[in-house]
């Protein structure tokens, strides 16, 4: 059955509920590192990796995901830089400090062999959002989550990512049990 809420802390709160205590969690596209922060003074993660290039990363490094350079709304594919790495760093000083929050300056797709199977309680996916790179994230990322895990993102309802989250639901015989009704937060039912 799939629980709705009206925001981000109120999709956080209910998400702890389900992981266990110091969960590991790892964000694909961290951009600012807002959002991250949210999962760091909420979920109080053992170790929060937060994944992002942070750089202009050229077209032609994502053959395979897309063929333009932007949207057909005209949004970058890509939006980090190194002022956002900045703002990032300042928004999680604490966290670096004491080791648990870590950063990645990767594509996701560049970085799926760093990360263990069976590792992550928590991986939240708001990068690209074209359909294929959705879905790659999704099924290369999904065997890195312990079995009782669970895999979530950002803007269901928005360019490629329903139906990438909705295929693989499909495939992974799966199901959306919490969705943000402001924000298009979605997380699916555990990993068995």
Not at 43 to 55: A, H, I, T
Not at 124 to 136: G, M, N, Q
Request: charged share 25%; hydrophobic share 35%.
């Amino acid at each position: 059955m799939k629980s709705i809420v009206n925001n981000r802390t109120e999709f956080l709160n209910a998400v702890k509920k389900l992981l266990p205590k110091n969960p590991l969690c790892l964000e694909i596209g961290a951009y600012h590192g807002e959002f991250a922060k949210n999962m760091y003074d909420i979920l109080s993660p053992k170790e929060l990796y937060l994944m992002d290039p942070f750089e202009d990363v050229p077209t032609k490094q994502l053959t395979g995901f897309t063929k333009t350079e932007r949207y057909h709304t005209g949004h970058k594919i890509i939006y980090s830089d190194q002022s956002t790495l900045q703002n990032l760093k300042n928004i999680h000083a604490e966290g670096i400090s004491k080791g648990i929050v870590r950063i990645d300056e990767n594509l996701s797709f560049n970085a799926v062999d760093n990360y263990d199977d069976d590792y992550f309680d928590f991986i939240y996916i708001d990068s690209c959002h074209l359909y294929e790179c959705v879905k790659f994230d999704m099924e290369n990322y999904y065997p890195k989550l312990k079995s009782g895990g669970f895999l979530a993102g950002h803007d269901y309802g928005d360019f490629g990512v329903t139906d990438a989250v909705d295929e693989f639901c499909k495939k992974h015989n799966s199901d959306i049990i919490l969705l943000c009704s402001f924000q298009g937060d979605w997380m699916l039912s555990e990993k068995p």
